[in-house]
């Protein structure tokens, strides 16, 4: 069975698929064109979707219909690549990228594959991990596990270099994303220290800086910009591609570029390309000092430091890891290979722990989460994100707070968003989702308490896991499906289901109803915005208009407001409740109108802290000289949720200062 499994370098220009040979040892396996490398590279054309080499030399003549880089867009849900009027997600193009590695890979092998280890770089969250997986099964794979692309670089100098204990730090820049990683090799055991990284810096970046500064050359001189064209673009960046490569090697190059007849020849010296990318590097620099920082230790503390990935053969790379460790890399493994070549014994290892057969190699890896996994909560009145399993925390981790109590009667779900990242600012951490979990026992407000499991599995993707410790059960959870943003929660944008109790008594007759209509009309103005709804209920009178955000239906239930009777406050408060009734992710406020003292007060005092232990907020507005103040007071959720006037024309006022207060996602949910 291990034969069967292979390790992969899923790159973002270029991929590997190497596999582990009867004699233990690591090697690449050549593509059927006779390339270790085969381009991350996609062309469809007609009814074929084809990889590699051709797709990349298709590109000038073809543009619209090749697609690159496609790793810089997994886990991005709104990126797509459309052809003849079918869209492809970052995971399906990966996919197809996947299963030409497996065709190469059963051509060569005679044999067929089945199963892989496919790297990911460090610095990836849980998004992309999640989203890799899926590519690799959309591509007939079974996944066997995901691994860090500098650990993967580790495993295999560790192979190389037996028996030796040394402190490496593996510094890798691929074509779209730079890791750096440090790893202790303590005999048979890899354990990573630290990580960190950027998925967005890579070789790409590099090609970007010279590309720009070429067509800011031709637009100078023809007025021109050649990258509004997209062949020319192409054709450009294949130059500057090449030109960057060949600098590597010589000093200067010429860049020779045509376009609508105007001819562009340029030299670009090393000096200058160097000055051009001198930022990118220095970001390099920057986050390998922070790894070691990460790590409490000094440069002098490492033994080795091991290149990986083809963007490290640029002498200025080289040049800034060797300032800085005061030493030459380790040459011992071809970067573009050692990635891939770790893969490969991973892959042997996992497939023959899986069939119950000795592992090819006796090499452990203990690997590390590069993000902080973190839940949002309330402090200070304002959202912030709370880590729950630090950064470099050894996976697989996991931890539990039992310190979760339903809030209000009857409560049957509790709802958490989760973020990966190091800010305190959720909005600026990576948002995983908002989780609902379900299936509570009702009991009373903060009756129930909950167990909440955080846990990063050993692919470094996340799960969470909720448990009602007094009943021992585990809840069933989901991701919710409604259009509530965090960034709606931060900014209080919350959905709202709003009551508005109106008091019909006999004494609101003549200029007091008159004046309730119309601060009730001048709040709905201006709080009926998408994800609110107002119901309108009288007391006496009942349900006058259920929940909806049609201001024509509340304007009629508004006219409908008949002052007669008593007030039958308490049995209006039952009807709202009951009308609307908790639901995840929705603030619900109760606001009570009211000239007089309720027909019967204890009733309505139960009445209104069943409100409040549903989870409602109860706002009460008293007006005229006969209201009894510190009843209505004792009625409302909070002490400023009281308020007072003498008369119709404050009223209004004070409605529309209420209104102006919802629409800012002001108070308590």
């Known amino acids: 069975m291990s034969a069967q499994a292979v390790g992969i370098d899923l790159g973002t220009t270029f991929s590997v698929v190497a596999h582990v040979n009867p004699h233990g040892v690591p090697e690449v396996l050549p593509n059927a064109e ?23 030399q298709s590109i000038m003549v073809y543009p619209d219909q090749v697609v690159e880089f496609v790793k810089r867009h997994m886990g991005d849900s709104d990126y797509f690549f459309e052809y003849r009027g079918e869209r492809y997600s970052p995971e399906r193009l990966s996919s197809f990228i996947l299963a030409r590695l497996k065709h190469d890979a059963e051509l060569r092998l005679e044999r067929p594959v089945d199963s892989a280890v496919i790297t990911v770089p460090a610095y990836f969250g849980d998004k992309q991990r999640r989203a890799t997986m899926m590519a690799g099964e959309m591509a007939g794979l079974k996944v066997l596990k995901l691994v860090n692309e500098p650990t993967s670089a580790a495993f295999a100098y560790g192979l190389a270099n ?19 990683t ?113 790590a409490s230790l000094d440069p002098s503390q490492l033994e080795t430091v091991l290149l990986a990935g083809g963007s490290t053969r640029m002498p200025m790379v080289r040049r800034m890891v060797e300032d800085l460790f005061h030493r030459s890399p380790a040459t ?98 990576s948002v995983l989702g908002h989780f609902e979990f379900y299936g509570i026992p009702p009991r009373g407000a903060g009756q129930s308490r909950l167990g909440v499991t955080f846990r990063y599995n050993v692919n470094g993707i996340v799960e969470v896991e909720a448990m009602d410790l007094t009943s021992g059960q585990t809840l069933p959870h989901r991701l919710s499906t409604g259009t509530l943003t965090l960034e709606d929660l931060v900014h209080g944008r919350v959905p709202q289901h709003i009551v508005l109790l109106v008091d019909c008594s006999g004494s609101m007759y003549g200029p007091k109803i008159e004046a309730a209509r119309r601060a009730a009309a001048s709040f709905m103005e201006r709080t009926l915005r998408p994800g609110r709804q107002i119901a309108i209920i009288g007391f006496p009178g009942g349900i006058l208009s259920p929940l909806t955000a049609d201001g024509k239906l509340l304007g009629q239930a508004l006219d409908n407001l008949t002052p007669i009777g008593s007030t039958p406050l308490s049995a209006a408060l039952k009807a709202a409740r009951n009308l609307v009734r908790p639901k995840v992710g929705v603030q619900r406020i109760f606001v009570v109108l009211t000239d007089g003292h309720p027909d019967e007060p204890d009733e309505t005092t139960a009445e209104a802290e069943r409100v409040k232990a549903s989870g409602g907020r109860l706002i ?31 009223l209004e006022d004070t409605f529309i200062n209420l209104a102006t207060e919802l629409q800012a996602g002001g108070g308590a949910s």
């Not at 006779?34 to 074929?48: H, M």
């Open 620 to 650: 009460t507005v008293g007006v005229g000289r006969e209201v009894r103040q510190d009843f209505l007071r004792s009625l409302a959720s909070t002490a400023t949720d009281f308020h007072f006037v003498e008369d119709g024309v404050s």
């Open 332 to 429: 011992d493994i071809n970067p573009d290979e050692c990635v891939g070549l770790g893969a490969a014994l991973s892959a042997a290892i996992e497939a023959a722990r899986l069939s119950g057969e000795a592992p090819p190699v006796d090499l452990r890896t203990h690997d590390v989460t590069s993000h902080s996994l973190g839940m949002v909560a309330l402090r200070d009145g304002h959202l912030h994100n709370s880590r729950v399993i630090l950064r470099n925390s050894r996976i697989p981790a996991e931890r539990t707070r039992d310190d979760y109590v339903t809030t209000h009667e009857g409560q049957t779900t509790m709802d958490l968003w989760l973020v990966q990242g190091e800010n305190p600012d959720p909005l600026e951490c």
């Open 162 to 180: 037996p028996d030796q204990n040394r402190r490496v730090l593996v510094f890798d820049l691929g074509g779209g994303t730079f890791d750096v």
């Open 34 to 56: 006779g390339d270790r490398l085969t381009p991350s590279v996609i062309l469809f054309e007609k009814d074929e979707v084809i990889v590699g080499n051709y797709a990349r």
């Open 182 to 294: 440090i790893v202790d090799i303590v005999g048979h055991d890899l354990n990573v220290l630290a990580t960190n990284g950027d998925h967005q810096l890579g070789g790409k970046e590099w090609d970007d800086a010279l590309i720009e500064w070429v067509a800011h050359q031709f637009k100078q001189r023809y007025g021109i910009d050649p990258l509004d064209d997209p062949t020319a673009y192409q054709d450009l960046r294949q130059k500057c591609v090449s030109a960057k490569i060949s600098l590597s090697r010589r000093p200067r190059v010429n860049i020779f570029f045509d376009f609508l007849g105007h001819i562009l020849r340029t030299e670009v010296t090393r000096e200058q390309f160097e000055e051009l990318t001198a930022g990118l590097v220095k970001r390099c620099e920057m986050l390998t000092r922070d790894v070691l920082d990460d």
